[in-house]
């Protein structure tokens, strides 16, 4: 059971580029969320879906874009890189049907713009 | 409108000593409260969680938590430190009224001396 897989896991942008993050998960969540954790300042909500074919901003969507392609696959992209956009994201779902539902993560892509 | 604060950014225990790690939330409606560990490099596991049942909580690896609503508080605790439970931990709100997301606090890095 692979839960919630994140590609690629590293990554060095020059300024003014773009790429796309990409998110699945195998558990049949209807949330996924894409979180950034930069030191000291936890992790801040980028974007979510909450359903597939629904997607809302979070906490710091600027310069970010997002495509819930279906169900299982949530994808963040970076129109034109900068270095404050340099840090850690974590992709997650969750199932969202009852209260308190938990969030499961990927293990992290490692972004850094320079 | 949904918030945590975590009163400690790090956290110093000698192996074999009580852990105590602190958090105090803010919500409009009942809440549900979590706590989450991230080792180095690492993504993010769930400890706990509270979701309106027993005020006491037990998790993963000895450690427990209590929701104190008239505190608003949700500190996490462990009798006994281990060496692998150095780590960066973080509190985790979402108000169980329509569709909420999680909202962190920005961490406490917990350090274990031997």
């Known amino acids: 059971n692979a839960g919630v897989t994140q590609t690629p896991k590293f990554q060095v942008l020059k300024t003014g580029q773009s790429m796309t993050l990409q998110c699945a998960q195998d558990?049949?969540?209807?949330?996924m969320y894409w979180y950034r954790q930069d030191p000291g300042m936890g992790l801040r909500l980028i974007y979510y879906s909450a359903s597939e074919g629904t997607t809302d901003k979070g906490e710091v969507p600027n310069g970010y874009n997002v495509s819930r392609l279906n169900k299982r696959e949530f994808s963040l992209r970076l129109e034109s890189a900068a270095p404050s956009q340099t840090s850690v994201y974590f992709c997650a779902s969750s199932d969202r049907r009852g209260i308190g539902s938990e969030a499961f993560f990927g293990q992290g892509t490692r972004l850094t713009v320079v | 409108a949904q918030s945590v604060t975590q009163l400690d950014s790090h956290v110093s225990v000698s192996e074999g000593t009580p852990v105590l790690l602190r958090c105090n939330y803010s919500?409009?409606?009942?809440?549900?409260l979590f706590w989450y560990v991230q080792h180095p490099n690492k993504g993010l596991q769930l400890l706990l969680k509270?979701?309106?049942?027993?005020?006491l909580v037990k998790g993963i690896n000895g450690f427990e938590a209590e929701f104190k609503k008239s505190e608003t508080s949700f500190h996490l605790t462990k009798p006994s430190a281990h060496m692998s439970d150095a780590a960066e931990y973080f509190c985790v709100v979402s108000e169980n009224s329509g569709y909420s997301t999680l909202t962190f606090g920005k961490g406490t890095m917990l350090l274990v001396s031997p």
């Open positions: 558990m049949n969540h209807n949330s």
């Open positions: 919500s409009s409606y009942s809440p549900s």
């Open positions: 509270y979701t309106s049942a027993a005020t």
